[in-house]
């Protein structure tokens, strides 16, 4: 009996061992990524309209989830040089579509590339067809993400824009945490949000083929490029997107459960 007894005790405690092993990513993810530095939090204020208009609590939470994304993802230069304006920026852009989400952390990306200009969709810097700013790998290159450091530093030089790459790249990634890149964030939006979004995409890409909306047309390319598109707009000019087009930013409101325009003049 005490054999059979000691048998069972062992194998009680291999089963916890090799639970362990497997625990969820973002729990094995999670260190004390320490208070923001000084300089970051400058690029922050300098650079970043979404930060700035954050209350005091807020920004503390911003900088906290900045500071345990950048601790947490590789962030590497292919023939440029990764400087701190670049990692705040990347950190800024991964952080803005989740800030609704407080537990949120993009189990599907390991690391950043930056590449110093466009590419071509067989990652060539050099030659002809290079017009790709960004991109969520696949493949080989899955769990990366790749974007330009150009296009990066411009989207947030200008302030009137209603284009982001890296966050267009960002909103892809949390599109895909239900297993596929279709537009339908089925992961974060309640089902009961998911029929009338598909509704609404569906007719929004009507009226961009037929030159009736100021939603940048590459938006009507598929679902997908058209929910990364959107987002960029309802980050980057919420005002203006709530003035034109009301039911599609209540919608993203809900999706990404934020409320964007009440931070902005």
Not at 60 to 74: C, G
């Amino acid at each position: 009996m005490e054999i059979v007894v000691g048998i069972l005790l062992s194998l009680a405690l291999l089963v916890l061992f090799v639970g362990s092993l497997f625990k969820s990513k973002p729990v094995a993810r999670i260190p004390h990524a320490g208070e923001m530095p000084d300089q970051y939090r400058d690029i922050l204020r300098q650079q970043c309209v979404f930060y700035q208009q954050l209350n005091e609590e807020q920004k503390r939470e911003f900088e906290k989830r900045v500071q345990h994304f950048l601790a947490t993802t590789l962030i590497t230069g292919v023939n440029t040089t990764v400087e701190e304006l670049d990692k705040v920026l990347v950190g800024a852009s991964a952080v803005i579509p989740i800030f609704g989400f407080p537990e949120w952390e993009y189990a599907n990306l390991n690391e950043v590339l930056l590449y110093p200009d466009s590419f071509s969709h067989e990652f060539e810097q050099t030659g002809e067809g290079r017009n790709v700013l960004g991109m969520v790998g696949t493949g080989a290159l899955n769990n990366v993400m790749i974007l330009s450091q150009h296009e990066l530093r411009q989207a947030f030089i200008n302030k009137t824009g209603k284009t982001n790459t890296a966050i267009h790249e960002f909103v892809h990634l949390v599109d895909k945490t239900d297993g596929s890149v279709d537009g339908l964030p089925e992961f974060v939006a309640g089902k009961e949000y998911i029929m009338p979004w598909l509704q609404l995409m569906r007719a929004e890409m009507k009226k961009i083929l037929a030159g009736r909306s100021d939603i940048n047309p590459y938006g009507a390319t598929n679902e997908a490029e058209f929910f990364a598109v959107v987002s960029e707009y309802f980050f980057e000019r919420p005002g203006l997107l709530k003035q034109k087009n009301p039911a599609l930013y209540n919608l993203l409101s809900e999706i990404f459960n934020q409320q964007p325009v009440e931070k902005r003049k």
